[in-house]
């Protein structure tokens, strides 16, 4: 049982990863269950951690290293004979187990327990009070007893059963204990520890009846020596019967069989084959009793095990998806920084195209210019993948029924996947509403089902399914555990996914496929969206067995609260005023020249303070376009502190972002265009 809990213990993430402050806390929780001390060592045999001593104490050497270096030499669990602690420096018991890396043995990990243990067991047999009981180690060293374990703790058993125990692993002898008493003494030793356990009974219990029935035998008078002798002939015959009996009755209660009924017609053999049945009775009674307590306890331990497993399991996996979610949160806020500045560049080059289109004659270098506006329109894509990933995009949640939605793409899904993959669904009656971007799901679904596809090159099935799912059915993923869900899966028959794929599967830019077959996009843009969204998704998956992808969403409670959107004009209505606000000189130019061209009077501000400077003396302005995201004031800042003087002044915002709650309002109620754009359309 100790040897168990020690493995489980071994077997901790904290102590693989070489956290011993984590793992020195993991020891002081487990010895509260028991034993009095739990100590590591090294290979060596220093002690690296004890919980006799506060953590980071320094600590000495281990005083007795024989049962430590037969753990790492026979890389199995080992329990020691008795020694001095060399902290508490008292005698103990330690079981020492093995801590494995990579298949070598790195730590010893052991538990000291006291002698007391061992003698509480013996106290639960109930044994007479004339009877002597105890435990010895290896060296026949006493380590419990059941009477003056003071006395004789750490001395050698007396040398009459010392010398027995070197030879069978069980036998029984006429002895004579450590205080001088004669007894017959029963032992057995473990085959697998080496330790003894052995009982002596009272010669004089056993002999006494004897003597006196002898006594009798031989005590007549002279007169009568033919009768007496006649008679003790007799008697002598009478009474070897029953000694015989007795001795045989004594030898099986050392092998722990039971005795029957021992009647020999003496008064006193015979009330001595009585207490030996008794005896025999007794002992298994008090077996018994101990083989059912050792099986409470194992089944205490076995639950206790089974405990600890599943917290340290769920420890690794919180751990795990901590890493994992902080991994993809920095990966996000650097994906979004670098679209934003893309989409910079982007509305630089593509407002330069369109401007430079109108200028160009000739076919080859309008052809020319088509092609770069179509990189353009392609880069603008990629980005938009990348802020759906960032979870950075503009997005227009509508309360939905996401089986409508599955119906009505599944032709367009089957057209995308090609006739060899054939699509399936099974979709729950009642569905909940969901509040989400009808088209940002549509092409998350639509993703999945291509990743899927690619994975299944000669074939297979794709199987759509929804349900319900309570928030306190304890099936949904720590991020949307408290709240009731609506579930998409997605399974395939595919290839399946290695544990080291399905680690990265959500990461931006990371594929399996051939150069130019794939962006790496596709489920990172899944995971952006649904999480943007307010859900979780899950990937399950592994080689040859196919994949799942979980999507969980929240259940809509209230219907979505649609903004206002600002409406445009592809040309000027009457001289309007436009104040045009960016840091970015390139992109201020190019809005500004675009709407110059449609007719448009157009001021420039590199700043929001160069913007409140150019209102506050008066400047016209119709309509303010900025930036959302500048050094100093932001975009969303400009706005309001120049509708202090100008309170109906219109702001349409332009950004390469698009997360809308970083800046601390509700901007549904306001336009918002997304870089790079086209003021025309």
């Keep these: 049982a100790i040897e168990a809990e020690l493995q489980v213990l071994a077997a901790s993430p904290s102590l693989q990863d070489g956290d011993f402050a984590a793992f020195d806390r993991q020891m002081r929780e487990a010895l509260k269950i028991r034993g009095t001390s739990i100590v590591l060592h090294d290979t060596k045999g220093q002690q690296l951690l004890s919980t006799n001593r506060p953590f980071g104490e320094p600590l000495p050497r281990a005083t007795n290293t024989e049962m430590h270096d037969r753990v790492v030499a026979t890389g199995q669990p080992q329990i020691s004979d008795l020694i001095l602690g060399a902290v508490l420096r008292r005698p103990i018991l330690v079981v020492g187990v093995p801590v494995f890396r990579d298949g070598q043995v790195v730590y010893v990990l052991a538990m000291g327990l006291g002698p007391e243990v061992l003698s509480s067991l ?14 010895f180690d290896r060296k026949g060293i006493i380590v419990a007893r059941n009477r003056d374990l003071d006395r004789f703790l750490g001395k050698p058993v007396s040398p009459g059963l010392l010398e027995a125990m070197r030879g069978p692993v069980e036998n029984w002898l006429p002895n004579i204990t450590s205080e001088g008493i ?9 085959p697998l520890t080496g330790w003894t ?77 009585n207490e030996l049945r008794n005896t025999a009775a007794t002992l298994a009674r008090n077996r018994e009793e101990l083989e059912s307590t050792v099986a409470e306890r194992t089944r205490e331990l076995a639950a206790t095990n089974k405990r600890l ?41 593509s407002g330069s195209l369109a401007l430079l289109e109108p200028r160009v004659s000739d076919e080859k270098s309008l052809r020319l210019l088509h092609t770069a506006q179509r990189g353009a329109a392609q880069g603008a894509k990629l980005t938009e993948s990348l802020l759906a ?46 509040l989400i971007d009808t088209g940002q799901i549509e092409t998350a679904l639509l993703n999945v089902a291509l990743n899927a596809r690619d994975a299944m090159p000669g074939g297979g099935l794709i199987l759509i399914e929804t349900a319900n799912i309570r928030g306190a059915s304890g099936e949904l993923p720590e991020e949307v555990a408290d709240q009731d869900c609506v579930l998409v899966s997605v399974r395939d028959t595919g290839t399946g996914m290695s544990p080291e794929v399905l680690e990265r599967a959500f990461e931006p830019f990371f594929t399996t496929k051939e150069v130019g077959k794939g962006t790496g996009l596709g489920l990172s843009m899944v995971f952006g969206v649904i999480r943007q969204s307010g859900g979780a998704v899950r990937i399950r998956s592994r080689l040859r067995e196919g994949t799942t992808v979980l999507i969980y969403l929240p259940r809509a409670i209230e219907a979505a609260k649609s903004g206002a959107r600002l409406s445009r004009q592809a040309r000027a209505v009457g001289g309007a005023h436009i104040l045009v606000v960016d840091d970015d000189p390139d992109v201020r130019w190019i809005i500004a020249q675009d709407l110059q061209e449609m007719g448009y009077d157009v001021t420039e501000a590199d700043s929001g303070r160069a913007a409140l400077a150019i209102l506050e003396r008066g400047t016209p302005c119709d309509l303010m376009v900025a930036d959302l995201v500048m050094p100093g004031l932001s975009g969303l800042d400009t706005m309001r502190l120049a509708r202090r003087s100008r309170p109906d002044l219109k702001v349409l915002f332009a950004s390469g972002y698009a997360d809308l709650s970083r800046f601390g309002a509700d901007l549904n109620s306001h336009a918002l265009l997304k870089k790079p754009f086209k003021l025309e359309t």
Excluded: C
């Excluded at 013996?122 to 435990?135: H, I, K, M, R, Y």
């Design 389 to 434: 990933f960032a979870r950075q995009q503009r997005l227009n949640p509508i309360p939905a029924n996401l089986n409508s939605i599955i119906v009505e793409m599944t032709e367009i899904l089957r057209r995308s996947i090609g006739p060899t993959v054939e699509i399936r669904h099974a979709l729950a009656g009642e569905l909940w509403p969901v």
């Design 182 to 190: 004669p007894v017959y003494s029963t032992f057995r030793r473990s």
């Design 309 to 349: 497993r599943a917290e340290i399991e769920a420890r690794e996996q919180a751990q795990s998806a901590l890493l994992q979610a902080q991994k993809m949160e920095a990966m996000g806020q650097l994906t979004g920084g670098v679209a934003h500045d893309f989409n910079n560049l982007l509305t630089a080059v």
């Design 122 to 135: 013996l106290e639960e047999q109930n044994l007479s009070p004339d009877w002597t009981a105890g435990f």
């Design 197 to 273: 356990v052995a009982i002596g009974l009272p010669r004089e219990f056993v002999d006494a009846p004897v003597r006196r029935a002898r006594l009798l035998a031989f005590g007549g008078g002279g007169a009568v020596l033919a009768a007496s002798l006649l008679l003790g002939w007799w008697m002598a015959r009478g009474i070897r019967r029953p000694v015989e009996a007795l001795t045989d009755a004594t030898k099986a209660l050392g092998r722990g069989e039971p005795i029957g009924a021992l009647v020999g017609g003496v008064r006193e053999l015979d009330e001595v084959g």
